[in-house]
């Protein structure tokens, strides 16, 4: 079953954690811009993109918090999508980081 969904020991999970501060300007344009870059790059790959979607405890600590679930059959994949975003982010609103094999999606 866990191999039909495509879950581990199947494939590989990575969870990209994106944030950006409450009063930050043009940071759901950008949200939106980065969605898109990842998709491209996540079909290209064929990696399985999930989000990104608001998080569990959506703001916290006066920042707004989004995750995407990534599934791939190497890590290689799952970082190069990992590399794109923070090229994407580097002097915006957002910020990103990779979390591989996730032990809790809060």
């Not at 300007?25 to 790959?45: F, G, H, K, V, Y």
């Not at 006066?62 to 002097?91: I, M, P």
Request: proline share 7%.
């Amino acid at each position: 079953m866990r191999g039909k969904r495509k879950y581990p020991p199947f494939v590989h999970l990575a969870l990209i954690r994106i944030n950006h501060a409450l009063d930050a300007e043009c940071a759901s344009t950008e949200l939106a811009s980065l969605s898109n870059i990842l998709r491209a790059n996540a079909r290209e790959l064929g990696v399985a993109l999930l989000g990104p979607a608001p998080a569990p405890l959506h703001i916290l600590k006066g920042q707004k918090r989004f995750h995407c679930l990534l599934k791939g059959k190497n890590w290689q994949d799952l970082r190069s999508l990992y590399s794109a975003a923070v090229e994407k982010t580097r002097k915006g609103p957002l910020s990103v980081r990779l979390d591989l094999d996730p032990l809790s999606m809060m």
